[in-house]
């Protein structure tokens, strides 16, 4: 059973970046493909960025593209997502899936294993 945990998130003004990582357990993590995901109040989860299980691959939210960043480091079991010039829109809790043997799917069904979020909120 692959358990992910997520950090990286807190408060950032506008403008500004951070990274949030994901450490997943087990050691066939370089099988997976990996997502991330965010979650505001009163909203659906939605498609953020993913990677494929070699990391060859990469997608993003067409919300995102150009500012956020998806990679993976399989020595660490690791999975990372740097975001740059972020916006008060921005604001979710975000959470990292997994999907076994995937390609980097934008939809949360393929994903079998998700870790318990972390919040990040970018004031104006």
């Known amino acids: 059973q692959m358990q992910l945990v997520e950090s990286g998130g807190g408060l950032v003004q506008a403008g500004g970046s951070l990274r949030l990582s994901c450490a997943a357990s087990?050691?066939?993590?370089?099988?997976?493909?990996m997502g991330w995901f965010r979650q505001s109040p009163g909203k659906e989860r939605e498609f953020v960025a993913a990677?494929?299980?070699?990391?060859?691959?990469?997608y993003y939210a067409d919300s995102v593209k150009g500012r956020f960043t998806i990679s993976r480091h399989n020595a660490k079991n690791t999975v990372y997502l740097q975001m740059n010039s972020l916006k008060p829109e921005d604001t979710a809790v975000y959470y990292c899936?997994?999907?076994?043997w995937g390609s980097g799917s934008r939809w949360a069904s393929p994903y079998d294993h998700w870790g318990q979020g972390t919040q990040v909120t970018v004031s104006s």
């Open positions: 990677i494929s299980w070699s990391g060859g691959s990469t």
């Open positions: 087990g050691r066939t993590f370089s099988t997976y493909a």
């Open positions: 899936a997994a999907d076994h």
